[in-house]
């Protein structure tokens, strides 16, 4: 388990909307006391009304999309891409679906909590 450190945005060192496009991330959400997660590569990261937001998009027929209904945060987690078990992970992550199994458990990950919010423990930088 790995502790969660608080990273200034302004100092940002990688593109977010290239990383999002072609690296992708997670989007995970809590409800009901289970966890689920996809893979994200529609969003996008700005600055709106003196507040910076994260907005995703989520086809209301993913599993996902339940989660984010019923829950009032979610995180958007980015990975070592280098690393072969992310790809694997993210793999797994974009084609099972959560009703049918606990992709999370089967992709050897590990969800964390930071402020309530779930996150994917072996991402490199969450955005919750």
Do not use: C
Not at 30 to 42: F, H, L, P
Not at 110 to 127: G, Q, S
Request: charged share 25%.
């Amino acid at each position: 388990m790995h502790v969660f450190q608080p990273y200034p945005i302004e100092s940002l060192e990688f593109n977010v909307f290239t990383r999002l496009k072609d690296d992708w991330g997670t989007i995970t959400a809590e409800a009901d006391g289970k966890v689920n997660t996809m893979t994200a590569s529609w969003g996008t990261v700005g600055y709106l009304w003196n507040k910076n937001v994260v907005v995703i998009y989520v086809r209301r027929s993913r599993y996902t999309h339940e989660f984010l209904e019923k829950s009032e945060f979610f995180s958007l987690s980015f990975f070592d891409m280098t690393n072969k078990e992310n790809r694997m992970a993210l793999k797994i992550f974009g084609s099972v679906s959560g009703r049918n199994e606990d992709k999370i458990a089967g992709a050897h990950f590990h969800v964390n909590h930071k402020k309530n919010i779930p996150f994917l423990d072996e991402a490199n930088f969450v955005f919750l």
